[in-house]
């Protein structure tokens, strides 16, 4: 699945509940969430990336591993890493593959940038072929006044 939108808009959010749901529903064993960035997944030596996101996967089995600024893992010519980031995605996506039915993995971030992830890798489309916008929203364009405490109805019970 993948969240994308400006941050503050509410994706971190939004998975944690949607974890505790999934969980409630019977369909992640555990409904942790596993937050990580996406310049986590890619270690410093070679031969090392594989591994560490293997682990990653492992601890995130039956709950949710949410990727931020998943954009980090784009294999694009201008990145240097290009050899770690491919070996990243890789070992993610056999994960996703493998454990398609005890993990859910969400990749968040911009919408540009998360559209030239998925072009940089066809398998990520064809295993998140989900995609929640969550716009943003100007903070003034939420009328406080409708805002009330529950089973308040006096104008002095207002939240400020």
């Not at 454990?99 to 911009?110: C, E, K, L, S, T």
Request: proline fraction near 5%; glycine fraction near 8%; aromatic fraction near 8%.
């Amino acid at each position: 699945m993948r969240f994308v939108g400006n941050p503050g808009t509410g994706k971190t959010t939004v998975a944690r509940i949607l974890g505790q749901m999934l969980k409630e529903r019977g369909i992640l064993r555990k409904g942790v969430f596993f937050e990580y960035e996406g310049v986590d997944l890619i270690a410093k030596y070679v031969g090392h990336t594989a591994p560490k996101v293997a682990q990653i996967c492992q601890d995130a089995y039956g709950s949710v591993l949410f990727i931020d600024e998943a954009y980090a893992l784009a294999d694009t010519d201008e990145n240097r890493a290009a050899s770690f980031i491919s070996e990243a995605l890789n070992t993610l996506l056999s994960e996703m593959e493998n454990h398609r039915d005890d993990m859910v993995v969400i990749m968040a971030g911009y919408k540009n940038e998360i559209d030239d992830l998925m072009r940089s890798n066809p398998g990520l489309v064809q295993r998140m072929p989900y995609e929640i916008n969550f716009p943003t929203i100007p903070g003034n364009s939420f009328p406080r006044s409708s805002l009330r405490r529950p089973g308040r109805t006096s104008s002095s019970e207002r939240i400020h």
